[in-house]
């Protein structure tokens, strides 16, 4: 089993920047990093979950909704089996809680996965709120 824990949530003001974090970690995680597809996903009340970024096994294709292109940027360090969710220019519309999520792909694996259901490992979720 995969654990994975995510951080950097907050209180911003618009306009305001925030890092997320996802230390993922285990008993039974044989593979580095760098054998799992990751994706950062959010909920807001009321909506459903959404994609937002996500990065292939390879780390080589990235993802981004339409709606923080330009704004968010992923990106991992396999020595601390960490990623990141980098967030500038947030919007009031960007509050929700934000979970990454993984599955184990292979190391040269280039596919990159949009969408929630092909994840098998969850996060607890962390709580992003932009507001003045």
């Known amino acids: 089993q995969v654990q994975l824990v995510e951080s950097g949530g907050g209180l911003v003001h618009p306009g305001g920047s925030l890092r997320l974090s996802c230390t993922a970690s285990?008993?039974?995680?044989?593979?580095?990093?760098?054998?799992?597809?990751i994706g950062w996903f959010r909920q807001a009340p009321g909506k459903e979950r959404e994609g937002v970024s996500c990065m292939s096994a390879s780390g080589k294709e990235t993802y981004y909704a339409d709606s923080v292109k330009s704004r968010f940027s992923i990106s991992r360090d396999i020595a601390k089996n960490t990623v990141y969710l980098q967030m500038n220019n947030l919007k009031p519309e960007d509050t929700a809680v934000y979970y990454c999520?993984?599955?184990?792909?292979?190391?040269?694996?280039?596919?990159?996965?949009?969408?929630?259901?092909?994840?098998?490992?969850w996060g607890q979720g962390t709580q992003v709120t932009v507001s003045s």
């Open positions: 285990g008993a039974t995680m044989d593979h580095p990093l760098d054998y799992f597809a």
């Open positions: 999520a993984a599955v184990l792909r292979g190391p040269r694996d280039t596919i990159r996965l949009v969408n929630f259901h092909e994840y098998d490992y």
